[in-house]
C-alpha cells in the first residue's frame, strides 16, 4: 500500500517559483505511475503532471496548462516526488496533491485512475 505526504506549499507572489515535494512509502520501483494533481477554486481536481520510471524507461507528461513551467522528478534515493513549478500565476491556486497507481501498460499514466492520494498541500499564489 503506497503512502504519500505533500509538503512545500504557501503562499507566493505572481512570476514566483515552488517546489512541492512528496515522500512516499510503500512503493516498488517501476511498478507506479506517480502524479500531480491539483484543485483549484470552482473547477474539477486537474492532472498536473505525471511519471513513470522503470529500468530504462522514463516516461514524462506535463499537463498543457502548466507546460512549459513545470517539471516532475523523483528521487528515489529519498523516496521522494516533487514538483517544481516556476512563474506562477493566479491561476495556479490551489490544493495540489501526490497520487499514484500501479501501472496498467495498456494506458499511458494520465489516462489512468489513481487511487492513492496524499492529503495535498495548499498554493496560493498572489500578486
Known amino acids: 500500500q503506497v503512502q504519500l505526504w505533500e509538503s512545500g506549499g504557501g503562499s507566493v507572489q505572481v512570476g514566483g517559483s515552488l517546489t512541492l515535494s512528496c515522500a512516499v512509502t510503500?512503493?516498488?520501483?517501476?511498478?507506479?505511475?506517480m502524479a500531480w494533481f491539483r484543485q483549484v477554486p470552482g473547477k474539477e481536481r486537474e492532472v498536473v503532471a505525471t511519471l513513470y520510471r522503470g529500468g530504462e524507461l522514463t516516461s514524462e507528461y506535463i499537463n498543457s496548462p502548466v507546460e512549459g513551467r513545470a517539471a516532475i522528478s523523483q528521487d528515489n534515493a529519498k523516496n521522494t516526488l516533487l514538483l517544481q513549478m516556476d512563474n506562477l500565476k493566479p491561476e495556479d491556486t490551489g490544493v495540489y496533491y501526490c497520487?499514484?497507481?500501479?501501472?496498467?501498460?495498456?494506458?499511458?499514466?494520465?489516462?489512468?485512475?489513481?487511487?492513492?492520494w496524499g492529503r495535498g498541500t495548499q498554493v496560493t499564489v498572489s500578486s
Open positions: 510503500g512503493y516498488t520501483y517501476g511498478t507506479y505511475c
Open positions: 497520487a499514484a497507481v500501479r501501472r496498467e501498460w495498456e494506458r499511458s499514466c494520465h489516462e489512468m485512475t489513481f487511487n492513492s
